[in-house]
Nanobody, 121 residues
Framework: QVQLVESGGGLVQPGGSLRLSCAAS????????MSWYRQAPGKERELVAA????????NYADSMKGRFTISRDNAKSTVYLQMNSLKPEDTAVYYC??????????????WGKGTLVTVSS
């Protein structure tokens, strides 16, 4: 059974930091590119950051560059999102996404249920 389980969300003050984790199971993690998305109330889901299956390349939305860092540990089947200098506008539900990029997994797409991040004083 495929599972993506996000954790690490919560309430943080502006300027603070949080580290999100997404633990994957039920598939070969190293065959999947991983991404973080977020959805704020009343807004569409947007890409936050992405990382290739090997971890060799990362990509960020412009508003997150320099503040957020995506990383992965293939031995632990886990992807992380380190978020620094958080702003109220970063408040959203953050989702983990896996997309297959190798062989028979190519195009397969899985989502976690999300973790809520609230940035407020």
């Amino acid at each position: 059974q495929v599972q993506l389980v996000e954790s690490g969300g919560g309430l943080v003050q502006p300027g603070g930091s949080l580290r999100l984790s997404c633990a994957a199971s039920g598939f070969t993690f190293s065959n999947y590119a991983m991404s973080w998305y977020r959805q704020a109330p009343g807004k569409e889901r947007e890409l936050v950051a992405a990382i290739t299956n090997t971890g060799g390349y990362t990509n960020y939305a412009d508003s997150m560059k320099g503040r957020f860092t995506i990383s992965r540990d293939n031995a632990k089947s886990t992807v992380y999102l380190q978020m620094n200098s958080l702003k109220p506008e970063d408040t959203a539900v953050y989702y983990c996404n896996a997309v297959g990029v190798r062989g028979a997994t190519r195009g397969m797409d899985y989502w976690g249920k999300g973790t809520l991040v609230t940035v407020s004083s």
